[in-house]
């Protein structure tokens, strides 16, 4: 993974120095709340409903054991002894003081991490294929693209005043696991005729009120005009998007009203003035950070019978393999997703003594690296298939190991209104009644691939739109309602999900799920996926299961 | 009102036609005046040798077109310091016109985007009302002098300066010292000529 030179040092120490004397000057009063609020969010720092919570970037989702050590540490002593990873997978401390976060910051710093960017109206942290490097079905490894995007957005002196926040994913897989399409801009690796590797650039997707699957506006990209492509579209967004409505603001909403044409009209015209400039990337500069993310040394082999004979003698650790697994690129080798969706339990919450845990699974069994997924769950990406048992083992030992991942309770849930002050309903215990009420083994399994997401107001940070089944908490008269939507998908086929109805009460949620639950298993075709019965059947059926009898 | 060019302090000679006839003003007058006004007045603007023009943020930067050759000043605004249009408007002025006269931030800006402002190609600001200039001043230059350098190639790398370590968009060894020594024992050196400190 990427490591730390005397630059980079330099660079995030100096952040956090000018954080400090950012808070000094807060604390003092010499500045008012209204001027420190983009800086503090610039840092991470949000004012929450009972306390401050600090967003700490987790660049592309990759952590060393040593970086997740020192989130436990933080965890213990500056909050209540956990974290919650977040959907752009960050994580997210929700007690921090105040006058504590410059030294939380200084903490961050000595391991190489920083909360920079995590907030405000600027490039936020660049997500990328939490698979990276290990799946089977790779072109490139995205982290390479999103640490040299992640290096030109940090204190970009242009883009830290948007008109709001701004999204960017790097998928570099057939299969984007990324949500690429739901992002300001999504960048996809694609191969043209003369087998060069470059980007298909999808801009304007996003959640939030308006939800929308992004547009290709550029079918292939060289990679070596990333930087300056991406300069063009940040530009003409800055000076074109919309500043007069918040909830109008982001780079879908312009691309909406200008068209599309008229967009990548501008977009291309500004670039091709900038293309051979300053930002195109030198083949030394692409190689440089190339070589952080040189894969590990991993020996084929063949089928162990061990582990097929310990499949055979431990059912709990069979349904564990079917579910948490996904093909690693060298045989003999796994790609292992730890679940933070434990029945019952918040969704992706860890406690310090997990996340010391995972650190030390890693260590001992996927070379001292972590990383952290969009929906939620961690990743062990280079797990020897002679080692699965005793990795399970110690999962089991820290209370992760949760045979869900894909299946129902493996729920994204957004804080809601436990937490945050813009959420008009909790989504927390709505997803642990839901992941509770699916808790049988047997019966999720049976259920099969979905997905379920739950935010607890418009601005979807639970990504309702893009869940097979969609939450949303809405209030009604002071009262906590849920709306609910099918059909939506954030993968290669995108779409955003369709209201089924009338939204249920809080406590008849459990009841509506397992009608449409129900619903599906009565309908579906032989292996038929939950989505795909969707995709076939349309909601019709699913409402009149629900509604019909009103 | 004071400004601050480059980290030193000057009274600021410049005035706002606002909304005025120009002819009954002196044309020794260096004369502010905004892109309606610069399209209304047209010729009768040549009397006056100084021309500065003020953007709006909504105003497009390449509507100057010609007009900045005779232009000394150009003042973006900042109607509140997060409408942050003004950053790529003195970019494209500098980079697309190749402007090489003074670039002014007015209006609500804090001293924490001195940085991204002098990066972007702005190179004067106009003091906050009521704010004391010299303070000003001296955050201009301990902004600049906050990293050793940057991620991303902007309009802070001089002439005069060597990077240390020339590989690439990806690392910028902006040493800001020439902006340093320029500002050190130079606050407050009000009415002194401010033109051509411009070296990018």
Known sequence: ?550 | MAIVKNGRVFDDPWQALDGRDPAGIDPATPLLVNLAELGAHGGTLDRFSRIGVSLLPADTVHDLGKTLERVELVAVTFPKFNDGRAFSQARLIREALGFKGEIRATGHILRDQLNFLRRGGVDAIEVPEGAPADSWAEAWTSEANRFKGYYQPALDNRKDETPARPSGPLRRWAKPAAVGSLAAGALAVHGASCAGAWAY
């Open chain 1, 1 to 550: 993974m990427y490591a730390y030179d005397a630059f980079d040092h330099a660079f995030v120490r100096e952040r956090a120095n000018e954080f400090r004397e950012q808070v000094a000057r807060r604390i003092a009063g010499e500045l008012t709340e209204d001027e420190f609020k983009p800086l503090r969010l610039m840092n991470g720092l949000y004012l929450q409903l009972h306390a401050y919570m600090l967003r700490v970037a987790i660049p592309y989702g990759t952590l060393s054991s040593r970086q997740m050590r020192r989130l436990a540490h933080i965890a213990r002593r500056w909050d209540r002894g956990y974290g919650h990873f977040t959907t752009r997978q960050n994580i997210q401390f929700n007690w921090p003081k105040l006058v504590d976060t410059p030294d939380i910051l200084d903490s961050l710093a000595e391991v190489e991490m920083h909360a920079i960017q995590t907030s405000g109206n600027c490039i936020r942290n660049v997500t990328a294929d939490p698979f990276s490097g290990a799946a089977a079905d790779e072109i490139e490894d995205s982290r390479v693209w999103a640490e040299i995007i992640r290096q030109w957005a940090t204190l970009h002196p242009e883009f830290t005043f948007l008109p709001r926040k701004f999204k960017i994913a790097v998928t570099g897989a057939e299969s984007d696991r990324t949500a690429v399409k739901f992002h300001d801009i999504g960048l996809r690796m694609r191969r043209n005729t003369e087998g060069e590797t470059g980007f298909e650039v999808i801009v304007g997707g996003g959640q939030g009120r308006t939800p929308i699957v992004g547009t290709t506006i550029r079918a292939f990209l060289p990679k070596r005009h990333l930087l300056s492509y991406l300069e063009a579209v940040l530009r003409t967004y800055n000076l074109l998007g919309r500043r007069d409505n918040l909830y109008k603001a982001r780079i879908k909403i312009l691309l909406a009203e200008t068209g599309v044409e008229a967009f990548t009209e501008a977009v291309e015209a500004e670039w091709e003035r900038i293309r051979d400039g300053a930002l195109t990337l030198p083949e030394e500069e692409i190689r440089r950070i190339e070589a952080h993310f040189a894969p590990p040394l991993l020996a084929a082999a063949g089928p162990d019978p061990a582990h097929v004979a310990a499949k055979l003698e431990h059912r709990d650790f069979a349904a564990w393999c079917r579910s948490n697994l996904f093909p690693h690129r060298v045989p003999g080798h796994a790609i292992v997703t730890i679940s933070l969706k434990t029945p019952g339990g918040i969704p992706g919450d860890a406690t310090a003594a997990q996340m010391d845990a995972v650190a030390d699974l890693a260590d001992r069994f996927s070379h001292g690296e972590i990383r952290v997924t969009h929906e939620q769950n961690l990743v062990l990406a280079d797990v020897r298939e002679t080692d699965l048992f005793a990795l399970w083992q110690g999962l089991g030992e820290a209370g992760l190991a949760s045979a869900n991942i894909g299946l129902i309770s493996d729920i994204i849930a957004c804080p809601g209104l436990d937490y945050c002050n813009l959420a008009n309903a909790r989504a927390i215990p709505v997803a642990q009644r839901i992941s509770r009420h699916f808790s049988d083994p047997a019966l999720a399994e049976e259920i099969g691939p979905i997905t379920l997401n739950i935010s607890g107001c418009i601005n979807a940070c639970g990504h309702h739109h893009a869940g097979h089944i969609g939450i949303l908490g809405v209030d009604k008269h002071g009262e906590e309602f849920y709306q609910i939507t099918l059909g939506g998908a954030a993968d290669d086929d995108a779409a955003v999900g369709r209201i089924l109805g009338p939204s249920v009460p809080y406590d008849g949620v459990v009841e509506a799920i397992d009608t449409i639950i129900q619903t599906y298993r009565s309908i579906r075709e032989t292996d038929e996926r939950f989505i795909d019965t969707v995709r076939r059947t349309g909601i019709n059926p699913f409402k009149e299961a629900l509604y019909g009898d009103r």
